[in-house]
């Protein structure tokens, strides 16, 4: 069970990104977070693995308190928490062997890493996390070779080297396009039926009742909706996404009627 507990963040130039945000995830959840860009759903993921430290509140993750871990306790943890970014965050130079490795730093020895020297076993994994996303072919090319729906492919085999039992997605559709969004999503989908706990956020209301077990909406910051993606009607979707994009979604619907 992973509990958020009263949580702030407020950025040194003086930006609150959350406000007091509560809520609890159970093991085996495909939960995803929605909200208008700068909503507060990357900050609320970062905050999660404390990529980035919260101003206050709590994180706890099976009774154990995430904002309050040492280094050396955060590193444990960290190895159970996998992250896929938006725009991919791989080594862009490198191969794609050695981005998919990279995801294996939290287990291996330093030194030997920095030389690029790791165990057999640890290969092995890589090159089946590979195949899991369907580009093992793509092992020895650099990354920017790659497409966008590739480069991410990348980037979700290496959140599975860490074997994690969480996975924090960040807007990881952001850039595809929209047959490239659910190929990913698809992907999140297995491993979540796998009995893994997802948290993802989105921006698409047909890909949250696609893939969503359950949804918390943010507006700056705030916490105005949790529940089934069922639940969020055209009053909750006015008072997450505002006017404008009501009128936006209500002609999008009409035609595809």
């Known amino acids: 069970m992973l509990r958020i507990q009263n949580l702030t963040k407020v950025y040194p130039n003086g930006t609150q990104a959350l406000k007091d945000v509560s809520f609890e995830v159970k093991d085996g959840e495909f939960l995803v977070v929605i909200g208008l860009s700068g909503s507060g759903k990357s900050t609320l993921l970062r ?11 709590k994180i706890t993750w099976d009774d154990i308190d995430i904002t309050a ?3 050396a306790e955060l590193r444990r943890i960290r190895r ?4 896929v970014f938006q725009q991919f965050n791989l ?17 291996a020895n330093p030194w030997l890493s920095l030389l690029g020297i790791w165990p057999p076993t640890d290969k092995q994994r890589a090159v089946k996390a590979l195949e899991r996303v369907g580009i093992a072919d793509k092992a020895s090319s650099r990354a920017d070779a790659l497409s966008g729906g590739q480069q991410q492919r990348v980037g979700i085999a290496r959140a599975l080297m860490q074997e994690p039992r969480l996975v924090l997605a960040d807007e990881p559709v952001a850039s595809l396009d ?3 969004s659910h190929s990913i999503l698809h992907y999140l989908e297995q491993l979540n039926k796998e009995g893994m706990t997802v948290i993802c956020s989105l921006h698409f209301l047909d890909l949250v009742h696609r893939y969503a077990t ?5 507006k700056d910051g705030i916490k ?4 089934l993606p069922a639940e969020i009607d055209r009053a909750k979707f006015k008072e997450i996404y505002g006017e404008e994009a009501q009128e936006v979604r209500a002609t999008t619907v009409e035609a595809s009627a």
Do not use: W
């Open 47 to 57: 905050c999660i693995n404390r990529l980035i430290d919260p101003t206050e509140g």
């Open 69 to 71: 871990a040492p280094p």
């Open 80 to 83: 159970q928490i996998g992250m």
């Open 91 to 107: 080594v862009k130079r490198s191969s794609v062997m050695t981005n998919v490795m990279n995801g294996r730093l939290g287990y």
């Open 178 to 180: 929209p047959v490239l």
């Open 214 to 218: 359950r949804v918390i909406a943010l």
């Open 224 to 227: 105005v909706f949790e529940g």
